[in-house]
């Protein structure tokens, strides 16, 4: 696969520092991001899609038609010892533009998601979806997703 790939007028590839506003405003383009994004100071984002695109194990992809950033989320290959060493992805952050969904992008992404990390070796895929968003979870589940495991979190600091 290549950094860009075509189908249905819409490319995946790597997202760069140009795309940060439009993916921070997805972000926040619903209940939960409402209350925790902050899309008038990109101080904050800019820092971490530096790191974010510096480590090899991270991809934070873009989906565009056109010019126009309409979808994104970020694929995170994990190591570990278990499952004989087998290496993971991880997917999060995924967001179709409001004026996008509907129209199978999201299954574009996933999928796109899904053959990276194929291509990277991953045995497994794995992600997850705040409890509060049901409609996601049918999405997710329609694409061969189970509710394996349950998640838990804790806030630092």
């Known amino acids: ?9 819409v490319t995946v590839d790597r997202a760069r520092a140009g ?6 405003a997805m972000l926040a383009d619903d209940h939960l991001g409402a209350r925790r994004e902050d ?9 971490a899609f530096k790191a974010i695109d510096a480590d090899p ?8 038609r056109g010019d126009r950033v309409v979808g994104t989320l970020q694929l995170t290959v994990l190591p570990g010892l278990s499952r004989r060493g087998a290496l993971r992805a991880q997917i999060e952050a995924v967001r179709v533009h409001a004026d996008e969904r509907g129209g ?10 899904e053959e990276e990390a194929l291509r990277r070796g ?3 895929v794995q992600l997850t979806s705040d409890a509060s968003r049901p409609d996601a979870h049918r999405f997710y589940e329609r694409l061969g997703y189970t509710a394996s ?9």
């Open 1 to 9: 696969m290549t950094d860009s790939e075509a189908t249905g007028g």
């Open 19 to 24: 795309d940060v506003a439009a993916i921070v």
């Open 39 to 47: 899309p008038d100071d990109l101080t904050p984002y800019l820092a």
């Open 57 to 64: 194990h991270q991809f934070l992809a873009v989906a565009r």
């Open 104 to 113: 199978g992008l999201g299954t574009r992404l996933i999928t796109w998601a």
């Open 122 to 124: 991953c045995t497994m």
């Open 149 to 157: 495991h349950v998640g838990l979190k804790k806030p630092l600091g």
